[in-house]
């Protein structure tokens, strides 16, 4: 297997690099891009966990209409003490930090992105599902659930950005404003490079999920972003060796409610799916972010995740993130989280440093 991914890894750098090439000979321009991030936490109990990760982005214009995006990505964690069953200082079910603990690499994404019409385009390849889930607004916040809400991370191998799957996304804009994504994935994701190839829809299933989005193009109004969507599964569960089906409902909300100089939009999200077929069956999360306190680009946000388990246990967090630019291409985050689960609290505290470049 170890052999495999080598040779795997090779041959993937070297179709980057055969890309790119191509792209320079044809004179045509290639764009980087990447973010390096480190995180401590602590649950002030003595536990403290330390995290890292690396993406480096390369985008390459092919033939007329399509683009080529790879990614890599890298984590990295030191001084690692594992408690109940999962690397999180708060033991908490929803993982109130979104950076991934171990050590491996991931081809995060590999794909082409083809515009077939003005307002229509495909992507196929190694992707990600995060772009479902995460808004403009709550994007601010660290919470896993916001990223890969519950109801699907816990009963589903679901590609988010430490695993991936193969798929196909088609991108319809309707009407200016208005637009549909379906994205059809093979039914597990992995972080094995031997894998995220995969199309096995006999073995592994196969998972959908469609969305509709309106966004108003003009950003300096009282109308946000509105989201609703369905996704299905027919799919391989984690620890199950038979597929399982399963649908769940999502709805996403960003609404400004003030702008000017101190602009204050308001966040909603909601996954609801079968109490009997999923372990985590409904996760709600409402919160606010102002901008521009105390520094000009920064943002002040709260935030409340709240996820239901078949086995009865229910969790809240309550999560207070502060993200405020030191240069032009560095943002430091401190943020306080207030764990609830089942009449048992926790407190942590996390501070994450990115460079973007």
Not at 30 to 39: A, L, M, N, R, Y
Request: glycine share 8%.
């Amino acid at each position: 297997m170890k052999r495999f991914a080598k040779k795997s890894l090779a041959f993937l750098a070297a179709g980057m690099m055969c890309v790119m090439a191509s792209a320079q000979d044809k004179a045509l321009p290639v764009e980087f891009s990447g973010i390096v991030c480190t995180e401590v936490n602590t649950n002030f109990e003595g536990r403290w966990n330390n995290a890292n990760l690396m993406f480096l982005t390369a985008k390459a214009p092919l033939w007329q209409g399509a683009t080529f995006t790879g990614e890599l990505g890298g984590f990295h964690d030191i001084g690692m003490e594992k408690h109940g069953g999962w690397w999180s200082v708060a033991n908490d079910r929803q993982y109130f930090t979104n950076l991934p603990i171990g050590n491996f690499l991931t081809l995060s994404q590999f794909n082409i992105t083809q515009q077939i019409l003005d307002n229509l385009s495909a992507k196929f390849g190694v992707f990600k599902a995060g772009e479902f889930f995460v808004t403009p607004t709550n994007s601010l916040f660290l919470n896993t659930s916001i990223v890969t809400p519950p109801v699907f991370g816990n009963r589903w191998y679901m590609p988010c950005y430490h695993q991936q799957a193969l798929g196909l996304n088609l991108t319809w804009e309707i009407v200016p404003g208005l637009t549909v994504k379906n994205s059809l994935f093979n039914g597990v994701a992995s972080r094995q490079w031997s894998r995220v190839f995969n199309f096995r829809p006999g073995h592994d299933g196969i998972m959908d999920i469609a969305q509709v989005i309106y966004k108003d193009a003009d950003d300096d109004n009282y109308i946000g972003e509105y989201r609703a969507g369905i996704a299905y599964a027919d799919a391989l569960q984690p620890g199950q060796i038979d597929k399982h089906k399963s649908t769940a409902w999502m709805a996403h909300i960003d609404q400004p409610v003030v702008t000017g100089a101190y602009p204050v939009a308001v966040t909603l999200g909601g996954v609801v799916s079968k109490e009997k077929v999923n372990y985590a069956y409904q996760y709600y999360n409402a919160g606010a972010v102002v901008k521009n306190v105390l520094l000009p680009g920064s943002r002040l946000g709260v935030n409340l995740c709240r996820a239901y388990f078949s086995d009865g246990v229910h969790e809240s967090d309550v999560e207070v993130e502060y993200a405020l630019p030191i240069f032009k291409n560095v943002e430091i985050q401190p943020g306080v989280h207030f764990i609830r689960t089942s009449g048992e609290s926790t407190t942590a505290a996390l501070v994450r440093a990115s460079i973007f470049f």
